[in-house]
């Protein structure tokens, strides 16, 4: 008799546990209703690339030397660096040059590599194409002014989180002047304070 009082007592504590979880798991969810949606809403936001974004190529003509390192540092030998030896001057001469966007994984060792600073990573990563083909960018294309999210009308910018005000963990509402969070070298140089216990 008092084994079966036992099991009922158990029984309601639980019920009454388990009631009281449901309960606070739904205080929870109805809290998050309330607060503002992370949700970046592309393709009327996006969210700005990082400084060190490795995007779409840049490749300036007048730069290269030919000198065909990026092609050695590729994983996968991709840039085509298409020269020809002027007798006049004995200096190679450039003809053309390609980079196949629909094979290379942008790792940014070509441009790590280059001599002459003629490549560059820019921030652009929409090369979504109907044809493959077309990724296969000639210099005239890898010379195109890259596309940015901030120069976009249509678009709302939104900053990433590392590049948000300190404390702040929503990009949406942050003021244009908001800076991020820590100081730069040259504000750390400059301030007085700073000096002092320096010297
Ligand atoms: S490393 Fe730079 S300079 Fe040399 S071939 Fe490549 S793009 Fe041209
Ligand atoms: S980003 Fe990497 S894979 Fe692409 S061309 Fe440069 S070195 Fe090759």
């Known amino acids: 008799m008092f084994g079966f009082l036992k099991q ?9 546990a388990a009631a009281r979880g449901i ?6 969810t109805f809290d998050h209703m309330r607060r503002r949606p992370v949700t970046v809403q592309y393709p009327y936001e996006k969210l700005i690339p990082s400084e060190r974004y ?6 300036e003509f ?4 030919a000198c ?5 540092v590729c994983p996968i030998n991709l840039p085509v660096v298409d020269w020809v030896m002027n007798k006049e001057t004995r200096k190679k001469q450039l003809k053309n040059y390609s980079i196949d966007f629909g094979v290379c994984i942008f790792c940014g060792n070509c441009v790590e590599y280059c001599p002459t600073n003629c490549l560059s990573m820019t921030e652009e990563y929409e090369l979504a194409a109907f044809d493959r083909h077309s990724l296969n960018f000639d210099n005239v294309a890898l010379g195109r002014l890259p596309t940015s999210v901030t120069m976009d009308p249509s678009v709302q910018p939104l900053r990433e989180l590392a ?10 509402g942050v003021p244009d002047e908001a800076r991020r969070a820590g100081r730069l070298p040259q504000d750390v140089v400059t301030d007085p304070s700073a000096t002092r216990q320096h010297q």
Do not use: N
């Not at 009922?8 to 009454?16: H, K, M, P, Q, T």
């Open 8 to 16: 009922v007592g158990d029984y309601s504590r639980e019920a009454a």
């Open 23 to 28: 309960t606070q798991g739904l205080a929870v």
């Open 54 to 59: 490795r995007g779409r190529i840049h490749f």
């Open 163 to 172: 590049y948000l005000p300190k404390g702040a963990m929503d990009p949406h």
């Open 68 to 72: 065909e390192v990026c092609v050695r």
């Open 62 to 65: 007048d730069k290269c030397i």
